[in-house]
């Protein structure tokens, strides 16, 4: 059987006197230790029963919550009882104040010579064992002379460890190092290695110049184990009998110029750099900061490393010597196709030098004339970058002159015409001549990734051309506006699309619908809507994966479609059943969108503008009362979200705009708003103050856990609420009576009548009716009077159904747990039963 709760066994004891509240203990019992080891108050005269009786354990439930009550605790303390002084005393260093636990030594001054003190499980005995200063510190109050030693002892110990412990104090701590020398000189190999190793060692490190006193095998040992930094490889790469290893290590680890004084390495070096470097990158690192310092002359370079291909890749781009190098590589290929497709072609497999590499081509030329670009390849989404054989060949198309690229740029493939575009920087005069030779359609390689920029994006648009307009949409960032641009056709002038005649309108390309179709992103199949393309809408509407949600947009897109193919295809969509990738059978237009599309054919046919009446609606869909109307709809949603969720579609769909705030009070006057969306809408900036001021009641309707918000009809009262909806107890506390009551929305009357189960309500009470008696308040003398008269009302229910009978005192609190009614029918069904 569940007991009563605090609260409720609280309030019982405080409407009794003295002699209900001797009598109610014993048949109570229960309930009564519980209360007493709560943080429920506890009534004067059940206090002082417990003080006075010797039953232990009435007196161990009132001490296990003493530390929250605090003139309790010092009643307590004062009796000097050794049975609950270590419960009081408290066993941890923190449960109790310092002044709590002096006020224990106070109440044992009179009571020290009980052998209950230094009993096996007395206070003192406990405390003889323990070292903390939280609880010893007090007990330096204590009448006990051996703990007080005890005490004096330990607490001596810890404030000299902390002296110590002080500046000046002894210390455990080694003095700290000396600082180390800026110059080091090592005299041996081994010595040599600790100081390369050394990570503290900042200056410059001396090599040791007697004749065989470097043991090179064991530096090149050492860092194939564990390579040394590129400041410490310079050191060594300047060294004349450095091996190569040790120096393209330097060179490799260098980000700029390689090492300081370092002469050119042997070529030999960085060819077989070349050769182990798997993607060309580390290469690259190598290569390029030792081309721009100067330590790799770019002439050397290209007549003395291999592979053709890597150093080609691996050469840095804006270096004006290696620029000059290449134009007199270039120079000798000449402006036929056939040198740059035997170039091209032996690219790949080529082990030689750069020079090497044009040679070869030279002689293999005649195999080369007439045939187009081996395997040719169209453009790739994204594009990679990768020093490939096209990329190099690309390299050197660089260093031809202007006519030579205009002619070579004839016979290039997709792909290498898209790495150009993309990564070569062409001069404008090129790009003008690729597009007028190969039309705009050329430039879709350009849109290749997501990040392609906003200028280059825009850049592309005007060539109002089906394929770049693909590209970009699909493989680009485009805006919401940009995308609507594309599917709609239409053509781009001077800056923004332009209205375009039906028949002058862009196709769209089998890619771009089969992208759209496939595609999971709600963006890319909004902007369907705005089309008038019939593939397109179905699509959208067929769609599993995008939901229109706002009418103004359905709308819109049925004008765009009879504004691009006329009424009879808007008939043939109304008409439809079957959208392709639906499952329902439901039409995906809403009823309120297809009663309008239908009114608007009947005007047409009865030539009255049917256009136009699809455009009114829309414009009234769209403007600020539609938008009203569907934040009322979808703002009101039971997710906590919903209202922020509601203006982002609102602005995903129709556009953004301010908060309607004149509509939305409109609709508010004509017929409340939702209790949640008045909640929502409160603490927005600019809330008129009559949604603000009804938001607070909305609010205190939806904290009642058993309140379910309705669309329709008016909201009910707090006081209607009360009396219809039970009450939830949540830790002992009716958080919404409470709330209810703070705001003037009940009175305790009301409360004490009609409020239900009676045990939220008597938990409710007990804190409510509390001030009428206590000491200074804050509260007005009305609400002190509603408080008073409300106790003599309680008083007086109790009296007439219960009295002075304890019977029925017990028998209303073991009712009161599992009773569903009110407080008066609680009394009376108590006193009914005891007679």
């Known amino acids: 059987m569940r007991l009563a709760d605090h609260s409720a066994v609280s309030a019982a004891y405080a409407l009794a006197d003295q002699d209900l509240t001797r009598a109610l203990i014993p048949r109570i019992r229960e309930e009564t230790l519980g209360l007493l080891r709560s943080a429920a108050p506890v ?10 009786s010797r039953d232990p354990q009435l007196r161990s439930a009132l001490v296990a919550s003493a530390g929250l009550r605090g003139e309790v605790f010092h009643r307590l303390a004062a009796l000097g009882d050794p049975v609950v002084a270590a419960s009081l005393y408290g066993v941890s260093g923190w449960d109790r104040t310092p002044t709590q636990r002096a006020a224990v030594w106070q109440g044992a001054a009179a009571t020290a010579d009980d052998p209950g003190w230094q009993g096996e499980e007395g206070l003192v005995t406990r405390l003889m064992t323990v070292k903390g200063k939280e609880l010893l510190e007090p007990a330096l109050l204590s009448p006990f002379p051996q703990l007080v030693a005890h005490a004096r002892s330990v607490l001596d110990g810890i404030a000299e460890r902390a002296a110590r412990a002080q500046p000046g104090g002894r210390t455990h701590h080694s003095p700290p190092a000396s600082r180390r020398d800026w110059r080091r000189e090592p005299g041996t190999t081994e010595e040599l290695v600790r100081d390369l190793r050394d990570k503290d060692v900042s200056g410059e490190i001396q090599l040791p110049t007697a004749p065989g006193a470097v043991d090179w095998e064991r530096l090149v040992e050492e860092h194939r184990a564990e390579p040394f930094g590129a400041h410490r490889l310079g050191v060594l790469w300047v060294h004349p009998g ?3 290893e040790l120096g393209r290590g330097a060179f490799e680890q260098t980000t700029r110029t390689g090492p300081v004084g370092a002469a050119a390495p042997p070529s030999s070096v960085l060819t077989q750099a070349a050769v182990e470097s798997d993607n060309g990158h580390s290469f690259a690192r190598l290569l390029g900061p030792g081309v721009t310092s100067g330590a790799f002359p770019v002439d050397r370079v290209l007549r003395e490393v291999a592979p053709a291909r890597k150093v080609l890749c691996a050469l840095p ?3 004006e010597g290696t620029q000059t190098a290449l134009v007199a590589q270039v120079a000798r290929l000449g402006r036929d196709f056939a040198p740059w497709r035997a170039v091209y072609a032996m690219l790949p497999r080529f082990s030689g030098t ?9 002689a293999e030329t005649p195999k080369h004339r007439g045939k187009p670009w081996p395997t040719p390849k169209g453009p790739e989404f994204p594009s990679r970058r990768q020093p490939n054989g096209r990329a190099a060949w690309l390299r050197l198309y660089d260093a031809a002159d202007h006519p030579t690229r205009c002619a070579l740029a004839e016979h290039m493939d997709g792909r290498a015409i898209q790495q150009l575009l993309l990564w070569h920087s062409p001069s404008d005069e090129l790009r003008a001549h690729i597009v007028q030779s190969r039309g705009p359609a050329v430039l879709a390689g350009v849109a290749s990734d997501w990040q392609t920029t906003p200028e280059v994006i825009a850049d592309l648009i005007p060539y109002n051309d089906p394929e770049v307009n693909a590209a970009l949409f699909v493989n680009t960032n485009l805006t919401q506006a940009q995308r609507r641009h594309v599917l709609s056709g239409r053509r781009w002038q001077d800056g923004a699309s332009v209205d375009t005649a039906a028949a002058d309108r862009l196709p769209l390309t089998r890619t771009l619908v089969h992208s759209v179709q496939e595609s999971a992103r709600r963006p890319w199949l909004l902007a369907c809507a705005d089309s008038g393309d019939p593939v397109l809408c179905g699509i959208l509407l067929g ?4 939901k229109i949600h706002t009418r103004a947009l359905e709308l819109r897109m049925l004008v765009r479609l009879w504004e691009r193919h006329g009424p009879d295809q808007v008939r043939e969509l109304l008409e439809e059943t079957d959208f392709p990738g639906r499952t329902q059978i439901k039409h995906p237009l809403t009823p309120k969108t297809l009663e309008t599309g239908r009114a608007a054919l ?6 009255e503008g049917g256009l136009a009446v699809l455009r009114t609606a829309s414009e009234v869909a769209g403007n600020a009362a539609g938008r009203a109307e569907f934040l009322c709809e979808k703002g009101a949603a039971i997710e906590s979200d919903a209202w922020e969720r509601a203006v982002e579609l609102l602005e995903e769909e129709v556009g953004p705009g301010p908060v309607p705030w004149a509509e939305l009070a409109a609709a508010h006057a004509s017929k409340p708003l939702h209790d949640r969306l008045l909640v929502r809408l409160a603490p927005l900036t600019d809330c008129p103050a009559a949604i603000a001021e009804d938001a607070a009641a909305a609010g205190l309707r939806l904290s009642h856990p058993e309140y379910r918000p309705r669309r329709t009809g008016k909201p009910p009262t707090a006081s209607e609420m009360l ?3 039970p009450l939830r107890l949540d830790n002992g506390v009716c958080r919404w009576l409470e709330r209810a009551h703070q705001t003037g929305q009940v009175t305790l009357p009301e409360v004490i009548r009609v409020g239900f189960p009676a045990q939220a309500t008597v938990a409710f009470l007990s804190k409510a009716l509390a001030p009428a ?4 308040t804050t509260d007005t003398d009305a609400r002190t009077e509603e408080i008073r008269a409300a106790r003599r009302e309680v008083a007086a229910l109790a009296a007439e159904h219960l009295a002075d009978n304890p019977e029925g005192w017990a028998l209303a609190l073991r009712l009161i747990p599992e009773f569903e009614g009110t407080l008066p029918d609680l009394l009376l069904a108590s006193g009914a039963v005891v007679g």
Do not use: I, W
């Open 773 to 776: 008696d206590s000491g200074p």
């Open 723 to 725: 009396g219809k909806l």
């Open 242 to 244: 450095c091996p190569e």
């Open 602 to 607: 009947a005007a047409e046919k009865d030539n």
């Open 317 to 319: 781009g804006d270096h």
């Open 543 to 546: 769609s599993p994966r995008a």
């Open 43 to 52: 009534p004067p005269f059940l206090l002082e029963e417990v003080l006075a």
């Open 354 to 362: 750069v020079t090497e590499l044009v040679d070869a081509a030279l």
